[in-house]
């Protein structure tokens, strides 16, 4: 009744007018849990902490109240920043929920397609406070980047020597396609740090995704394959490989952290886990802007004559002969110094290098590039 009180079975009830919401308690928490109010090691430690990552759904019922309580009892703010993550919802857009039957248990796509993939999709597309669709062809694309790397590493430890103990490669004996690689690396790197420490999580893994599928596996690998298949000298290619393999480890071990440790405990000399090495650093020495500007320059090629190939329907087996007009003498040279790239990667049976307008006729398919 109106008085909190009622007649039943000749006993009177009251309302206990002492009581709190639930999420008083919670509001307790960057403190409590470290042995307030005593003072305590873990609490000098630990408070103020740098980060409190939650939805954006639970400001008021918590953040907030936990910032009063700090500042009540403890005299400061409980965190340097709040990184707010938007809700996870359906196909359709739906939040998900009980009601309407449309949540997803971890457990089972985890069986399906293992925790890293999942891990990996939750994190990619995101930016900070928006809300991301849950599609299960994402799941299936992450678990086929899983594959991707580690079918990368089966074929870098297949092709490495029994002497190989370090990725100490020597810069003198780099060749265009190692330090264009190696200068990819260093910029992936202090993009993905400098996007991790402004938390725009999801950016930093679109960046390790693009360099490990694209930059190392679709073409560095291939471009080196000629070389780790030959009789000559490899070890410096090879350590070049394990550098990069490396460093992709520790840049993608915050999103994958299973299959990354897995892979990294295989590797040569290891003996400390992954999850406690060294963050990579970005090395101004290992910035190759010319060599990285001239494999572009032959990656663009490869994609045009490829792409004609295609539109024309010529099969990979049929060998063409390759004429490069170039009047640019600079571009002479990238080609000339590539001409395994082409013949590799392009499908041709020969290059010829010109600034010979005679050779041109009329039978040839022209390709226009930028200055050949």
């Known amino acids: ?36 109010p005593q003072k305590t090691e873990d609490l000098d ?35 340097k920043d709040v990184l707010l993550n938007g809700l996870v919802r359906d196909e359709l857009g739906r939040k998900m929920s009980k009601s309407l039957g449309n949540g997803i248990d971890p457990l089972d796509i985890i069986d399906e397609y293992g925790a890293d993939a999942l891990r990996f999709t939750l994190v990619t597309g995101n930016t900070p406070g928006n809300d991301m669709r849950f ?41 265009d396609q190692d330090k264009w690689i190696i200068s990819k690396l260093e910029k992936t790197i202090k993009s993905i ?75 040569p000399q290891r003996k400390s886990a992954l999850i406690v090495a060294d963050w990579p650093k970005y090395k101004e020495e290992f910035n190759f802007q010319a060599e990285e500007d001239a494999i572009e320059y032959i990656e663009n090629a490869i994609k045009n004559i490829r792409n004609t190939r295609s539109n024309m329907d010529i099969e990979n087996s049929r060998k063409a002969n390759t004429i490069i007009f170039t009047k640019d003498e600079k571009i002479r040279d990238i ?21 010979d ?3 041109k006729n009329k039978d040839q398919v022209t390709i226009v590039l930028d200055k050949a």
């Not at 994402?138 to 086929?144: A, L, P, Q, Y």
């Open 357 to 359: 307008e005679s050779l």
């Open 45 to 79: 430690y630990f408070f103020p902490t740098d980060v409190l990552v939650t939805g954006y759904d639970i400001i008021f019922f918590w953040v907030i109240r936990m910032v009063f309580s700090s500042l009540e009892q403890m005299g400061q703010l409980p965190f």
């Open 193 to 267: 740090t400098e996007k991790i420490d402004k938390y725009e999580i999801g950016l930093a893994a679109a960046d390790i995704y693009d360099f490990i599928w694209s930059d190392f596996c679709d073409w560095y690998i291939e471009m080196v394959k000629p070389v780790l298949y030959s009789e000559g000298q490899k070890t410096n290619t090879q350590k070049v490989l394990l550098f990069v393999l490396e460093n992709i480890l520790k840049l993608l071990h915050p999103f994958m952290p299973f299959i990354t440790e897995e892979i990294w405990q295989t590797l």
């Open 335 to 355: 080609f000339q110094r590539n001409q395994g790239q082409l013949i590799n990667l392009a499908y041709a049976k020969s290059i010829t290098v010109t600034n």
């Open 1 to 36: 009744d109106p008085n909190g009180k009622e007649e039943y079975n000749k006993k009177t009830f009251t309302q206990d007018e002492d009581t709190l919401d639930t999420w008083f308690s919670s509001a307790l928490w960057p403190f409590s849990t470290l042995g307030w």
């Open 135 to 175: 599609y299960i062809k994402r799941v299936e694309s992450s678990r086929n980047f899983a594959n991707k790397l580690w079918n990368a590493t089966r074929f870098i430890m297949m092709n490495l020597s029994d002497d190989i103990s370090d990725s100490n490669f020597l810069i003198d004996e780099l060749q």
